[in-house]
């Protein structure tokens, strides 16, 4: 069993397992270091190893043309315009929103002072408080003629 691996080695092995799978962990590395090596060496070395070489492997996949990258970027500057129209559309819709519903509320106020404005307004009419007074008074006095026409008949009676 050899004593440790070469950075040459642990590399070479690895970039055989980034070429053939698109995920690899550093499992992968170290099971396949045993294998072709006998050995796998230290987990924090390999995992050094394995982050470098998928930056490396990662970085050309970046957009190395100028034009590429203006191209990205105008596409970013549409998607930002048209997100900034929805959102400027969708806050007109609430603001039409909010003043149809208040023009109905405002509407329906003035239809409840109109309505309470004839009531006291009114020369023939009584209110409900009146009423409610009236004929109060009225069964208590009902009550209290009821005791005097009747003595053999109990008040408590004549209340139901």
Same mark, same amino acid.
């Given at each position: 069993?050899?004593?440790?691996?070469?950075?040459?080695?642990?590399?070479?092995?690895?970039?055989?397992?980034?070429? !053939?799978?698109?995920?690899?962990?550093?499992?992968?590395?170290?099971?396949?270091?045993?294998?072709?090596?006998?050995?796998?060496?230290?987990?924090?070395?390999?995992?050094?190893?394995?982050?470098?070489?998928?930056?490396?492997?990662?970085?050309?996949?970046?957009? !190395?043309?100028?034009?590429?990258? !203006?191209?990205? &970027?105008?596409? &970013?500057?549409?998607?930002?315009?048209?997100?900034?129209?929805?959102?400027?559309? !969708?806050?007109?819709?609430?603001?039409?929103?909010?003043?149809?519903?208040?023009?109905?509320?405002?509407?329906?106020?003035?239809?409840?002072?109109?309505?309470?404005?004839?009531?006291?307004?009114?020369?023939?009419?009584?209110?409900?408080?009146?009423?409610?007074?009236?004929?109060?008074?009225?069964?208590?006095?009902?009550?209290?003629?009821?005791?005097?026409?009747?003595?053999?008949?109990?008040?408590?009676?004549?209340?139901?």
């Amino acid at each position: 069993m050899p004593r440790g691996l070469s950075v040459a080695q642990i590399e070479r092995t690895t970039r055989e397992l980034l070429a !053939s799978h698109h995920h690899v962990t550093v499992r992968d590395v170290m099971q396949a270091l045993r294998t072709q090596f006998g050995g796998c060496g230290r987990t924090e070395r390999i995992c050094k190893i394995l982050k470098r070489l998928e930056s490396q492997r990662q970085a050309p996949a970046a957009p !190395s043309s100028a034009s590429a990258a !203006s191209e990205d &970027l105008r596409a &970013l500057r549409e998607r930002v315009q048209i997100a900034e129209a929805r959102a400027a559309l !969708s806050e007109e819709r609430e603001r039409q929103h909010q003043d149809l519903w208040a023009s109905r509320y405002a509407e329906k106020v003035a239809a409840l002072e109109k309505q309470s404005l004839r009531a006291t307004n009114r020369a023939n009419g009584v209110t409900h408080e009146q009423y409610l007074r009236v004929y109060q008074r009225a069964t208590e006095l009902a009550r209290r003629l009821a005791k005097y026409e009747d003595p053999d008949k109990p008040a408590t009676a004549a209340q139901d």
